[in-house]
């Protein structure tokens, strides 16, 4: 019974926090949603941030093992050599992708996530922050292995701009709808586009960039000096 409540109160505050925003949904809202009393949330969780903590936790440290587990199955099987960057696109991107089209919670956790990435609160970053910790450390080195000719700053722009891809793709389609008439009933066809998408980005050509001179701190005249 503990365990249910518990799990109700987490679906309850995911569901509430992809809806109004983290800071916008009270812990009375939560309750009510969950049909659960405020004793119930200090029982299993003490606080709001130890709620959202756990919130994030129960399905973000899943998703990221998951990665971890498909970069280590390609590296195993490149035996060195450095992997194609579409393999490592599928093993980041890839498994968030079809954890969005997972009707079982993913999906909604998928939109907490991405509203997250847009409107991150200090508390929120931090704690993101230590979570991908380990996993942004191997895919970086993997990607600056798989690709030696893209410099490192600007590789980081280009994982910055997939990132914000992917909020947006599992965000949902309303706005894309302004656009026309869409069919968003098959996530295997979000899968195919967004993943070439990426792939694309990631291999566009490096940008001309025209870098700033410094500007040069005007000197004083001297004064003269007296005959």
């Given at each position: 019974?503990?365990?249910?409540?518990?799990?109700?109160?987490?679906?309850?505050?995911?569901?509430l926090f992809v809806m109004h925003g983290?800071?916008?949904?009270?812990?009375?809202?939560?309750?009510?949603?969950?049909?659960?009393?405020?004793?119930?949330?200090?029982?299993?969780?003490?606080?709001?941030?130890?709620?959202?903590?756990?919130?994030?936790?129960?399905r973000l440290t899943w998703l990221?093992?998951?990665?971890?587990?498909?970069?280590?199955?390609?590296?195993?099987?490149?035996?060195?050599?450095?992997?194609?960057?579409?393999?490592?696109?599928?093993?980041?991107?890839?498994?968030?992708?079809?954890?969005?089209?997972?009707?079982?919670?993913?999906?909604?956790?998928?939109?907490?996530?991405?509203?997250?990435?847009?409107?991150?609160?200090?508390?929120?970053?931090?704690?993101?922050?230590?979570?991908?910790?380990?996993?942004?450390?191997?895919?970086?080195?993997?990607?600056?292995?798989?690709?030696?000719?893209?410099?490192?700053?600007?590789?980081?722009?280009?994982?910055?701009?997939?990132?914000?891809?992917?909020?947006?793709?599992?965000?949902?389609?309303?706005?894309?709808?302004?656009?026309?008439?869409?069919?968003?009933?098959?996530?295997?066809?979000?899968?195919?586009?967004?993943?070439?998408?990426?792939?694309?980005?990631?291999?566009?050509?490096?940008?001309?960039?025209?870098?700033?001179?410094?500007?040069?701190?005007?000197?004083?005249?001297?004064?003269?000096?007296?005959?």
């Open positions: 019974m503990e365990t249910d409540t518990r799990i109700r109160i987490l679906d309850a505050a995911e569901r983290l800071d916008a949904t009270t812990l009375r809202m939560i309750t009510a949603e969950a049909q659960a009393n405020l004793a119930a949330v200090n029982y299993h969780f003490g606080s709001k941030e130890a709620l959202t903590e756990a919130v994030f936790r129960r990221n093992e998951q990665r971890i587990a498909a970069l280590s199955a390609f590296e195993a099987e490149a035996k060195g050599q450095p992997l194609k960057p579409r393999q490592i696109v599928e093993a980041f991107f890839g498994v968030a992708i079809r954890m969005a089209a997972d009707h079982n919670g993913g999906q909604t956790f998928m939109r907490l996530l991405g509203r997250t990435y847009t409107e991150p609160t200090e508390f929120v970053r931090k704690f993101l922050a230590e979570e991908y910790a380990e996993v942004i450390a191997r895919f970086k080195a993997a990607f600056f292995k798989a690709l030696p000719d893209v410099p490192q700053e600007e590789f980081l722009w280009r994982f910055h701009f997939m990132m914000g891809a992917l909020s947006y793709a599992i965000s949902g389609t309303e706005a894309l709808r302004l656009l026309g008439p869409i069919d968003d009933s098959d996530p295997e066809a979000l899968y195919a586009r967004l993943m070439s998408f990426l792939i694309g980005g990631l291999r566009a050509p490096l940008p001309d960039l025209v870098v700033k001179p410094v500007a040069k701190t005007a000197r004083k005249p001297r004064a003269k000096r007296a005959a």
